[in-house]
Protein backbone atom coordinates (compact mmCIF):
# COMPACT_ATOMS: atom_id res chain seq x y z
CA UNK A 1 0.00 0.00 0.00
CA UNK A 2 1.49 3.11 -0.31
CA UNK A 3 1.70 6.34 1.64
CA UNK A 4 -0.83 7.74 0.22
CA UNK A 5 -3.47 5.76 -0.08
CA UNK A 6 -2.80 5.11 3.81
CA UNK A 7 -3.21 8.76 4.91
CA UNK A 8 -6.21 8.72 3.08
CA UNK A 9 -7.91 5.76 4.76
CA UNK A 10 -7.08 7.27 8.25
CA UNK A 11 -8.61 10.75 6.90
CA UNK A 12 -11.83 8.98 5.84
CA UNK A 13 -11.81 7.14 9.11
CA UNK A 14 -11.26 10.18 11.47
CA UNK A 15 -13.56 12.21 9.01
CA UNK A 16 -16.31 9.69 9.68
CA UNK A 17 -15.87 9.98 13.51
CA UNK A 18 -16.22 13.32 13.74
CA UNK A 19 -19.76 12.98 11.04
CA UNK A 20 -20.79 11.33 13.54
CA UNK A 21 -20.13 12.64 16.71
CA UNK A 22 -21.45 15.96 15.34
CA UNK A 23 -24.91 14.29 14.53
CA UNK A 24 -24.87 12.92 17.74
CA UNK A 25 -24.70 16.10 19.44
CA UNK A 26 -27.71 17.57 16.79
CA UNK A 27 -29.74 15.35 18.06
CA UNK A 28 -28.84 15.36 21.58
CA UNK A 29 -30.28 19.32 21.12
CA UNK A 30 -33.69 18.09 19.16
CA UNK A 31 -36.58 18.78 21.58
CA UNK A 32 -37.88 15.31 21.84
CA UNK A 33 -41.99 15.91 20.66
CA UNK A 34 -44.73 14.97 23.84
CA UNK A 35 -45.95 11.36 23.42
CA UNK A 36 -49.43 13.03 24.13
CA UNK A 37 -51.23 16.17 23.10
CA UNK A 38 -53.04 15.64 27.44
CA UNK A 39 -51.34 18.90 29.58
CA UNK A 40 -49.23 17.25 32.42
CA UNK A 41 -51.10 18.72 35.67
CA UNK A 42 -49.15 21.37 37.47
CA UNK A 43 -48.15 21.23 41.08
CA UNK A 44 -50.00 24.41 42.69
CA UNK A 45 -47.23 26.51 44.56
CA UNK A 46 -47.59 28.84 47.53
CA UNK A 47 -48.32 32.51 46.66
CA UNK A 48 -44.68 34.76 47.50
CA UNK A 49 -45.19 36.73 50.01
CA UNK A 50 -44.64 40.45 49.66
CA UNK A 51 -41.54 41.83 50.63
CA UNK A 52 -42.23 43.66 54.31
CA UNK A 53 -41.54 47.20 54.34
CA UNK A 54 -40.16 46.83 57.91
CA UNK A 55 -37.68 44.17 59.41
CA UNK A 56 -39.22 40.64 60.15
CA UNK A 57 -41.56 41.12 63.15
CA UNK A 58 -40.65 39.47 66.11
CA UNK A 59 -43.71 36.82 66.99
CA UNK A 60 -44.36 35.96 70.52
CA UNK A 61 -47.01 33.47 71.05
CA UNK A 62 -50.24 34.16 73.20
CA UNK A 63 -52.13 30.82 74.32
CA UNK A 64 -55.72 32.07 75.13
CA UNK A 65 -59.39 31.20 74.73
CA UNK A 66 -61.58 31.27 72.01
CA UNK A 67 -63.32 34.58 73.23
CA UNK A 68 -59.98 36.36 72.96
CA UNK A 69 -59.36 35.73 69.64
CA UNK A 70 -59.11 38.49 66.72
CA UNK A 71 -62.24 37.52 64.60
CA UNK A 72 -64.67 39.34 62.64
CA UNK A 73 -67.43 36.76 63.64
CA UNK A 74 -68.45 37.94 67.14
CA UNK A 75 -68.76 41.39 68.72
CA UNK A 76 -66.10 40.17 71.14
CA UNK A 77 -63.74 38.87 67.94
CA UNK A 78 -63.88 42.47 66.24
CA UNK A 79 -63.05 44.83 69.96
CA UNK A 80 -60.13 41.82 69.62
CA UNK A 81 -59.32 42.64 65.72
CA UNK A 82 -59.01 46.46 66.21
CA UNK A 83 -57.31 46.29 69.45
CA UNK A 84 -54.86 44.01 67.65
CA UNK A 85 -54.65 45.82 64.57
CA UNK A 86 -53.82 48.87 66.55
CA UNK A 87 -50.86 47.36 68.44
CA UNK A 88 -49.37 46.13 64.82
CA UNK A 89 -49.87 49.57 63.44
CA UNK A 90 -47.92 50.65 66.26
CA UNK A 91 -45.40 48.14 66.60
CA UNK A 92 -44.97 46.73 63.02
CA UNK A 93 -41.60 44.82 64.60
CA UNK A 94 -44.06 42.81 66.88
CA UNK A 95 -46.57 40.00 65.94
CA UNK A 96 -48.49 37.61 68.08
CA UNK A 97 -49.58 34.64 67.75
CA UNK A 98 -52.89 33.45 68.89
CA UNK A 99 -53.07 29.78 70.29
CA UNK A 100 -57.02 28.97 71.19
CA UNK A 101 -57.06 26.60 74.35
CA UNK A 102 -59.92 25.29 76.14
CA UNK A 103 -60.52 27.57 79.57
CA UNK A 104 -60.61 24.54 81.95
CA UNK A 105 -60.55 20.81 82.15
CA UNK A 106 -58.58 18.29 80.48
CA UNK A 107 -57.25 20.21 77.16
CA UNK A 108 -57.45 23.52 78.61
CA UNK A 109 -54.92 26.20 79.39
CA UNK A 110 -53.82 24.41 83.04
CA UNK A 111 -54.03 21.21 81.93
CA UNK A 112 -51.19 22.35 79.01
CA UNK A 113 -49.19 24.35 80.85
CA UNK A 114 -48.60 21.65 83.72
CA UNK A 115 -48.16 18.72 81.38
CA UNK A 116 -45.62 21.18 78.91
CA UNK A 117 -43.27 22.25 81.67
CA UNK A 118 -42.77 19.23 83.33
CA UNK A 119 -41.97 16.91 80.01
CA UNK A 120 -41.41 19.55 77.61
CA UNK A 121 -40.83 23.42 78.98
CA UNK A 122 -39.20 24.58 75.38
CA UNK A 123 -43.07 24.50 73.95
CA UNK A 124 -44.21 26.86 76.67
CA UNK A 125 -45.63 30.11 75.08
CA UNK A 126 -44.61 33.32 75.78
CA UNK A 127 -47.29 34.78 77.38
CA UNK A 128 -50.50 33.46 78.62
CA UNK A 129 -54.15 34.68 79.90
CA UNK A 130 -55.73 32.27 82.35
CA UNK A 131 -58.17 32.29 85.51
CA UNK A 132 -56.21 33.85 87.79
CA UNK A 133 -57.37 31.05 90.32
CA UNK A 134 -55.29 28.49 88.75
CA UNK A 135 -52.31 30.53 89.30
CA UNK A 136 -50.78 29.50 92.15
CA UNK A 137 -51.15 25.64 90.57
CA UNK A 138 -48.08 27.16 88.72
CA UNK A 139 -46.17 28.43 91.46
CA UNK A 140 -43.94 25.66 92.26
CA UNK A 141 -43.25 25.70 88.65
CA UNK A 142 -41.04 27.86 88.79
CA UNK A 143 -42.36 28.76 84.96
CA UNK A 144 -43.50 32.78 86.18
CA UNK A 145 -41.58 35.91 84.98
CA UNK A 146 -42.68 38.57 87.36
CA UNK A 147 -44.18 41.87 85.27
CA UNK A 148 -42.01 44.60 87.81
CA UNK A 149 -40.17 46.98 85.73
CA UNK A 150 -42.14 45.51 82.43
CA UNK A 151 -45.25 46.92 82.66
CA UNK A 152 -45.17 50.54 83.28
CA UNK A 153 -45.59 51.15 87.37
CA UNK A 154 -48.80 53.46 86.85
CA UNK A 155 -50.60 50.68 85.37
CA UNK A 156 -50.14 48.14 87.99
CA UNK A 157 -50.64 51.30 90.44
CA UNK A 158 -54.50 51.81 88.60
CA UNK A 159 -55.63 48.32 89.61
CA UNK A 160 -58.60 48.09 92.25
CA UNK A 161 -55.83 47.05 95.50
CA UNK A 162 -57.74 43.56 96.12
CA UNK A 163 -57.22 42.50 92.65
CA UNK A 164 -53.77 43.30 92.32
CA UNK A 165 -53.32 41.62 95.64
CA UNK A 166 -54.71 38.80 94.14
CA UNK A 167 -52.11 38.80 91.14
CA UNK A 168 -49.43 39.31 93.44
CA UNK A 169 -47.23 37.00 94.96
CA UNK A 170 -44.14 37.30 97.57
CA UNK A 171 -44.40 41.35 96.77
CA UNK A 172 -44.45 41.05 92.79
CA UNK A 173 -46.56 41.25 90.23
CA UNK A 174 -47.05 37.60 88.89
CA UNK A 175 -49.98 37.75 86.80
CA UNK A 176 -51.43 40.43 85.45
CA UNK A 177 -55.87 41.01 85.62
CA UNK A 178 -57.76 42.38 82.63
CA UNK A 179 -61.50 41.60 83.73
CA UNK A 180 -63.05 41.05 86.76
CA UNK A 181 -66.50 38.42 87.20
CA UNK A 182 -68.12 39.09 90.69
CA UNK A 183 -71.82 37.62 92.16
CA UNK A 184 -74.44 40.00 93.53
CA UNK A 185 -78.30 40.17 93.83
CA UNK A 186 -80.78 41.48 91.82
CA UNK A 187 -84.67 41.67 93.03
CA UNK A 188 -87.74 42.52 91.97
CA UNK A 189 -88.86 46.04 94.14
CA UNK A 190 -92.43 45.36 93.13
CA UNK A 191 -92.09 42.50 95.66
CA UNK A 192 -89.73 44.01 98.03
CA UNK A 193 -89.21 47.33 99.27
CA UNK A 194 -86.13 46.77 100.70
CA UNK A 195 -83.11 43.83 99.52
CA UNK A 196 -82.06 42.03 102.62
CA UNK A 197 -78.56 42.47 104.34
CA UNK A 198 -78.46 40.21 106.65
CA UNK A 199 -79.93 36.35 107.12
CA UNK A 200 -82.54 37.60 109.57
CA UNK A 201 -83.77 40.27 107.03
CA UNK A 202 -83.85 37.45 104.78
CA UNK A 203 -85.93 35.05 107.20
CA UNK A 204 -88.30 38.32 108.16
CA UNK A 205 -89.75 38.43 104.23
CA UNK A 206 -91.88 36.78 102.73
CA UNK A 207 -90.31 36.05 99.71
CA UNK A 208 -87.95 33.40 97.81
CA UNK A 209 -84.42 34.02 96.99
CA UNK A 210 -82.60 31.63 94.85
CA UNK A 211 -78.81 30.73 94.33
CA UNK A 212 -77.53 27.93 92.09
CA UNK A 213 -77.14 25.10 94.91
CA UNK A 214 -76.99 22.25 91.94
CA UNK A 215 -73.83 22.16 90.20
CA UNK A 216 -70.32 23.55 90.09
CA UNK A 217 -71.02 27.29 91.01
CA UNK A 218 -73.41 25.94 93.89
CA UNK A 219 -70.41 25.95 95.96
CA UNK A 220 -69.55 29.85 95.23
CA UNK A 221 -72.81 31.15 96.98
CA UNK A 222 -72.16 28.32 99.75
CA UNK A 223 -68.36 29.94 100.11
CA UNK A 224 -69.60 33.62 100.23
CA UNK A 225 -71.08 33.24 103.12
CA UNK A 226 -68.70 30.58 104.84
CA UNK A 227 -65.79 33.21 104.10
CA UNK A 228 -67.93 35.92 105.63
CA UNK A 229 -68.16 34.66 108.31
CA UNK A 230 -64.17 34.01 108.53
CA UNK A 231 -64.08 30.32 107.86
CA UNK A 232 -60.54 29.21 106.41
CA UNK A 233 -60.47 26.58 103.36
CA UNK A 234 -56.65 25.69 103.61
CA UNK A 235 -53.71 25.92 106.04
CA UNK A 236 -50.03 27.68 105.06
CA UNK A 237 -49.02 24.25 103.69
CA UNK A 238 -52.14 24.25 101.43
CA UNK A 239 -53.95 21.50 103.03
CA UNK A 240 -57.47 21.41 103.98
CA UNK A 241 -58.76 23.66 106.78
CA UNK A 242 -62.19 24.32 107.91
CA UNK A 243 -63.73 25.53 110.38
CA UNK A 244 -66.12 22.87 111.29
CA UNK A 245 -68.33 25.37 113.34
CA UNK A 246 -68.75 27.74 110.94
CA UNK A 247 -68.93 25.15 108.22
CA UNK A 248 -72.38 24.01 110.31
CA UNK A 249 -73.95 27.04 110.77
CA UNK A 250 -73.83 28.33 107.09
CA UNK A 251 -75.72 24.19 106.33
CA UNK A 252 -78.60 25.32 109.15
CA UNK A 253 -79.59 28.22 107.64
CA UNK A 254 -79.44 26.83 104.03
CA UNK A 255 -81.48 23.85 105.93
CA UNK A 256 -83.90 26.49 107.71
CA UNK A 257 -84.44 28.78 105.12
CA UNK A 258 -84.99 25.50 102.42
CA UNK A 259 -87.53 23.87 105.06
CA UNK A 260 -89.59 27.58 105.64
CA UNK A 261 -89.73 28.38 102.29
CA UNK A 262 -87.45 31.62 101.89
CA UNK A 263 -85.08 29.72 99.71
CA UNK A 264 -86.52 28.32 96.51
CA UNK A 265 -86.95 24.50 96.34
CA UNK A 266 -85.72 24.97 92.67
CA UNK A 267 -82.19 25.95 93.91
CA UNK A 268 -80.86 22.17 93.80
CA UNK A 269 -81.72 22.37 89.87
CA UNK A 270 -79.91 25.32 89.24
CA UNK A 271 -76.53 24.46 88.33
CA UNK A 272 -74.96 27.91 87.18
CA UNK A 273 -75.77 31.30 87.64
CA UNK A 274 -76.96 31.88 84.16
CA UNK A 275 -80.01 29.33 85.37
CA UNK A 276 -80.32 31.77 88.47
CA UNK A 277 -80.46 34.47 85.94
CA UNK A 278 -82.87 32.89 83.30
CA UNK A 279 -85.57 31.76 87.12
CA UNK A 280 -85.51 35.44 87.86
CA UNK A 281 -86.19 36.79 84.37
CA UNK A 282 -89.14 34.45 84.09
CA UNK A 283 -90.59 36.48 87.46
CA UNK A 284 -90.70 32.91 88.92
CA UNK A 285 -88.51 34.30 92.36
CA UNK A 286 -87.95 37.83 94.09
CA UNK A 287 -84.35 37.29 94.32
CA UNK A 288 -81.24 35.91 92.78
CA UNK A 289 -77.69 35.16 92.91
CA UNK A 290 -76.56 36.85 89.28
CA UNK A 291 -73.28 37.70 88.06
CA UNK A 292 -72.13 41.03 86.98
CA UNK A 293 -72.08 40.29 83.38
CA UNK A 294 -75.95 39.71 83.37
CA UNK A 295 -76.46 43.09 84.57
CA UNK A 296 -74.03 44.70 81.63
CA UNK A 297 -74.93 43.06 78.77
CA UNK A 298 -78.58 42.54 79.19
CA UNK A 299 -79.88 43.61 82.77
CA UNK A 300 -80.26 47.69 82.39
CA UNK A 301 -83.05 49.01 84.87
CA UNK A 302 -82.56 45.74 86.99
CA UNK A 303 -82.54 46.21 91.34
CA UNK A 304 -79.44 45.36 92.36
CA UNK A 305 -77.91 44.51 95.97
CA UNK A 306 -74.93 43.16 97.74
CA UNK A 307 -75.62 39.44 98.68
CA UNK A 308 -77.36 38.99 102.26
CA UNK A 309 -74.88 37.59 104.15
CA UNK A 310 -75.07 37.00 108.44
CA UNK A 311 -73.95 39.91 110.03
CA UNK A 312 -74.73 42.25 106.50
CA UNK A 313 -71.16 42.47 105.83
CA UNK A 314 -70.24 42.85 102.36
CA UNK A 315 -69.05 39.97 100.35
CA UNK A 316 -68.69 38.33 96.77
CA UNK A 317 -66.86 36.18 94.75
CA UNK A 318 -64.59 37.18 92.16
CA UNK A 319 -63.45 35.45 89.13
CA UNK A 320 -60.34 37.15 87.53
CA UNK A 321 -58.89 36.81 84.24
CA UNK A 322 -55.00 37.87 84.55
CA UNK A 323 -51.85 37.88 81.42
CA UNK A 324 -49.35 35.46 82.88
CA UNK A 325 -45.32 35.65 81.46
CA UNK A 326 -43.78 32.54 80.89
CA UNK A 327 -40.73 33.57 78.58
CA UNK A 328 -37.48 33.96 80.51
CA UNK A 329 -35.82 35.36 77.39
CA UNK A 330 -35.50 39.08 77.78
CA UNK A 331 -35.70 39.66 73.94
CA UNK A 332 -38.81 38.17 74.19
CA UNK A 333 -40.53 39.44 77.35
CA UNK A 334 -40.02 42.99 76.13
CA UNK A 335 -42.55 42.29 72.76
CA UNK A 336 -45.03 40.49 74.98
CA UNK A 337 -45.22 43.11 77.61
CA UNK A 338 -45.54 45.87 74.95
CA UNK A 339 -49.02 43.73 73.82
CA UNK A 340 -50.20 43.60 77.17
CA UNK A 341 -49.50 47.28 77.93
CA UNK A 342 -51.12 48.22 74.70
CA UNK A 343 -54.44 46.09 75.60
CA UNK A 344 -54.27 47.78 79.44
CA UNK A 345 -54.45 51.46 78.58
CA UNK A 346 -57.74 52.50 79.54
CA UNK A 347 -59.14 52.72 76.11
CA UNK A 348 -58.75 49.09 75.21
CA UNK A 349 -59.93 47.76 78.30
CA UNK A 350 -62.75 49.59 77.80
CA UNK A 351 -63.82 48.47 74.78
CA UNK A 352 -62.71 44.94 75.67
CA UNK A 353 -64.94 44.89 78.70
CA UNK A 354 -68.05 46.82 76.93
CA UNK A 355 -68.17 44.19 74.56
CA UNK A 356 -67.54 40.96 76.70
CA UNK A 357 -69.69 42.34 79.69
CA UNK A 358 -66.83 41.89 82.09
CA UNK A 359 -65.34 44.39 84.33
CA UNK A 360 -62.27 46.31 83.87
CA UNK A 361 -60.32 45.76 87.35
CA UNK A 362 -58.73 49.12 87.25
CA UNK A 363 -59.94 52.29 88.55
CA UNK A 364 -59.83 54.63 84.99
CA UNK A 365 -61.09 51.89 83.08
CA UNK A 366 -63.91 51.32 85.41
CA UNK A 367 -64.93 55.10 85.31
CA UNK A 368 -65.20 54.88 81.04
CA UNK A 369 -66.63 51.62 80.99
CA UNK A 370 -69.45 51.86 83.12
CA UNK A 371 -71.76 54.92 82.50
CA UNK A 372 -74.42 54.65 85.02
CA UNK A 373 -72.75 56.02 87.98
CA UNK A 374 -74.78 53.93 90.85
CA UNK A 375 -73.87 50.41 89.45
CA UNK A 376 -69.79 51.67 88.98
CA UNK A 377 -69.47 52.97 92.76
CA UNK A 378 -71.45 49.84 93.76
CA UNK A 379 -69.51 47.01 91.32
CA UNK A 380 -66.48 48.94 92.73
CA UNK A 381 -67.23 48.44 96.29
CA UNK A 382 -68.11 45.16 95.51
CA UNK A 383 -64.47 44.05 94.05
CA UNK A 384 -63.08 45.39 96.84
CA UNK A 385 -64.92 43.13 99.23
CA UNK A 386 -64.81 40.31 97.37
CA UNK A 387 -63.20 37.11 97.75
CA UNK A 388 -61.31 34.93 94.90
CA UNK A 389 -62.58 31.77 93.89
CA UNK A 390 -60.21 28.82 95.34
CA UNK A 391 -59.67 26.23 92.92
CA UNK A 392 -59.65 23.46 94.64
CA UNK A 393 -61.46 20.70 93.63
CA UNK A 394 -61.23 18.30 96.34
CA UNK A 395 -62.62 21.21 98.78
CA UNK A 396 -65.43 22.02 96.39
CA UNK A 397 -66.67 18.72 95.69
CA UNK A 398 -67.01 18.27 99.41
CA UNK A 399 -69.10 21.15 99.98
CA UNK A 400 -71.26 20.62 97.06
CA UNK A 401 -72.41 17.20 98.52
CA UNK A 402 -73.12 18.64 101.47
CA UNK A 403 -75.09 21.53 100.32
CA UNK A 404 -77.44 18.97 98.19
CA UNK A 405 -77.35 16.52 101.67
CA UNK A 406 -78.48 19.35 103.89
CA UNK A 407 -81.33 20.50 101.24
CA UNK A 408 -82.47 16.88 99.87
CA UNK A 409 -82.99 16.05 103.44
CA UNK A 410 -80.38 13.27 103.29
CA UNK A 411 -78.30 14.54 106.20
CA UNK A 412 -78.58 17.19 109.05
CA UNK A 413 -76.04 20.15 109.07
CA UNK A 414 -73.55 18.58 111.71
CA UNK A 415 -73.61 15.24 110.14
CA UNK A 416 -72.68 16.80 106.31
CA UNK A 417 -70.28 18.64 108.25
CA UNK A 418 -68.59 15.41 109.84
CA UNK A 419 -68.26 14.30 106.31
CA UNK A 420 -66.47 16.96 104.89
CA UNK A 421 -64.21 16.70 107.46
CA UNK A 422 -63.66 12.90 107.51
CA UNK A 423 -63.39 13.12 103.06
CA UNK A 424 -60.82 16.11 103.73
CA UNK A 425 -58.37 13.94 105.80
Given amino acids: MS ?44 PTPSPSPYAPPSTITLWTTEAFLPSPDTSTGEVMEGIYQGFREEHPDIAVQFVPKRPYGKGGILDFLLTASAVAPQTLPDLVTIDLSQ ?35 EGQLVAFPFQVDIEHLVYNPSLIDSP ?33 LGGSLVDEEGNPDLDEAVLTQVL ?44 LMEGAGQAYAPLPTKNGAQATMARCWAFVLLTPDPRRQAPAA ?31 AIEDTGYRLFARRQMEAAYLRPLNAEIAAALQQAVVDVLSGNATPQEATDQVIQTLH
Fill in 338 to 368: EFVEWFLTPENLTAWAQASGHLPPSRSALRL
Fill in 252 to 295: EFYREGYEAGYISPSVLDLKSLDDSWALFKEGGVAMANVSSQHL
Fill in 3 to 46: KVAGHGICFSVVASLILMALLGCAVAETPTPPASLTPSPTVAKS
Fill in 196 to 228: PRTWDELQSQETTYVFPAGGEEGVNSFLIHYLA
Fill in 135 to 169: VEFLLGKEILQPWDGLIPQELADDLLPRIRQAGSK
